[in-house]
Structures are given as C-alpha cells and as structure tokens.
Nanobody
Framework: QVQLVESGGGVVQTGESLRLSCAAS????????MGWYRQAPGKQRELVAT????????NYAGSVKGRFTISRDNSKNTVYLQMSSLKPEDTAVYYC??????????WGPGTQVTVSS
C-alpha cells in the first residue's frame, strides 16, 4: 500500500521559513520522481516543485523560484521542501505527489501552511 505523509506545516510570519517533509512507503522511492503541489482556498491545485529520482533534476514554479528548494534523501524515503522568504500568497495546503506509472499516481493528505502578514 502506497502512503505519502506530509509534515512540517504551520503558521509563520512573512519572511520566515519552514521545511516540509514527505515520508513515502510502499513504492520504490529511489526510482520515482517526486513533486510538491499546493492548493490555496478557492484556487486550483498547482505544481510547486519536482525532483528527479536521483535528485539531480529539479524544477520550480516561477512564483517560488529562488525561495523554495526541493531535495530528497533516498536512504530515508523522504522528500523535502525548504521554503524561505515566505509570503502571504504562499498560504495553502501543500501536497506530496508521486506518479508511479502512466495510470497510477498518489497524493498525501496535505499539510497546511499559513503565512501571516
């Protein structure tokens, strides 16, 4: 059974930092690219960042480039999202995602990040 469990969300002030973690089980973690998405109230879910299976390839949404860093530790089956210089518009539920095949993908339950001004 595939499980993705996010942690590390919380309430911070503008300019502060948070690190999100996503622990994966039930998949060959080191063989899969991973992604972080977010969904703000009243908005569609959007891609935040992705990282290749080996960690060498990373992509970011323009709105977070230079402020967020995605990384992974394949020995711990965990992917991270380091968020710095947080803004109120970063407030959202953050989700971990993995696509294990063309027909099968999984989401975590999400973790709330709230940035107050």
């Amino acid at each position: 059974q595939v499980q993705l469990v996010e942690s590390g969300g919380g309430v911070v002030q503008t300019g502060e930092s948070l690190r999100l973690s996503c622990a994966a089980s039930g998949i060959a973690f080191s063989l899969n690219a991973m992604g972080w998405y977010r969904q703000a109230p009243g908005k569609q879910r959007e891609l935040v960042a992705t990282i290749s299976s080996g960690g060498g390839g990373r992509n970011y949404a323009g709105s977070v480039k230079g402020r967020f860093t995605i990384s992974r530790d394949n020995s711990k089956n965990t992917v991270y999202l380091q968020m710095s210089s947080l803004k109120p518009e970063d407030t959202a539920v953050y989700y971990c995602h993995v696509e294990v095949s063309r027909w099968s993908d999984y989401w975590g339950p999400g973790t709330q990040v709230t940035v107050s001004s």
